[in-house]
């Protein structure tokens, strides 16, 4: 059999979530805890495309982004070992689920190499004081997901969306929420990797904390050319003749490389061209000097 798993992207200007499963259950969608958000089977007699033609038309008008992945039974043992455990909603408790949920978190943010025992544990005894911990958590450990890989291309979206939003002036964790319409721990955890990549900084104005801007560093400014007169006419020849290369040099060039003033410069390539010690070949506007 063919099952198609749909991951879907709230935004808190668009419809809620109870809404969004109304939508999906006109297609037969099946809410699920892990991975993905809903399951859709595919009956022997139906098309693959016109499911996700009904799941698109479906979501449409409802401000949600989605992604959707299908398996056959033949892809079930590596589903298993690849992904978390997909868990159905039906006959499942509010507190139950959202146990489910975290329970969920806590394993992402495992996998991340963060140490989620303690809130493993407090998930057990009070899920209040597991939801104000998990906040705190993520917050002092920003500076160490620098461990991150992501294993889902869409964050690398997510970590663009946040970044063209920040101003060397800040923005706070609420604003970004209300910018983007991504949840809560999206957001942080996309700061926590454009803190590590030094492009975002954290500051705290009284109990307020604001994420501001990294700007990229000035490009270094070059050195005025220290010009030395010379000591007389053969000494400006020879300073030319010691800059001059052999695939040719510009009168710029060679002012800069013998470090004369350009008066200085012009007069000795005049003399030496007399001289027939340099040869001049012009390409154009632009005039090459060669050693003769």
Do not use: C
């Not at 899920?127 to 920003?142: E, I």
């Not at 939003?165 to 949840?183: N, Q, V, W």
């Not at 975002?200 to 104005?205: A, E, N, V, Y």
Request: overall charge neutral.
């Amino acid at each position: 059999m063919i099952k198609t798993y749909i991951r879907v992207e709230l935004s808190s200007e668009g419809e809620s979530p109870k809404q969004i499963i109304e939508r999906m259950r006109q297609i037969d969608a099946v809410p699920v805890i892990g991975e993905y958000d809903f399951e859709l089977s595919l009956g022997e007699d139906e098309r693959l495309f016109d499911k996700l033609e009904d799941i698109h038309h479906v979501l449409r008008g409802s401000s949600v982004r989605y992604t959707i992945t299908t398996r056959t039974d033949v892809d079930k043992a590596a589903m298993n070992n690849g992904i978390r455990e997909i868990t159905h909603m039906i006959d499942q408790k509010p507190v139950e689920l959202r146990k489910k949920l975290y329970r969920a978190k806590l394993e992402r943010w495992r996998e991340m190499g963060l140490d989620v025992d303690e809130l493993e544990q407090l998930l057990d005894e009070d899920l209040d004081k597991f939801k104000v911990a998990s906040r705190t958590f993520l917050k002092t450990h920003l500076d160490s997901i620098s461990v991150v890989k992501d294993k889902h291309p869409p964050q690398n979206l997510i970590d663009g969306d946040i970044l063209s939003l920040i101003t060397e002036e800040g923005k706070t964790l609420p604003d970004l929420m209300a910018l983007t319409g991504y949840s809560e721990e999206q957001i942080t955890l996309s700061l926590g990797r454009l803190i590590s990549a030094g492009s975002t900084i954290l500051d705290s104005t009284g109990k307020t904390e604001i994420y501001r801007l990294v700007p990229p560093p000035a490009p270094p400014m070059r050195k005025p050319l220290k010009v030395l007169d010379a000591a007389g006419e053969e000494d400006a020849e020879e300073r030319i003749m010691n800059a001059l290369r052999p695939n040719g040099s510009t009168k710029v060039q060679l002012a800069r490389a013998s470090r004369l003033p350009p008066e200085q410069a012009t007069k000795a390539l005049a003399s030496l061209s007399k001289k027939g010690r340099i040869r001049v070949v012009r390409k154009g506007n632009r005039a090459l000097f060669y050693p003769a």
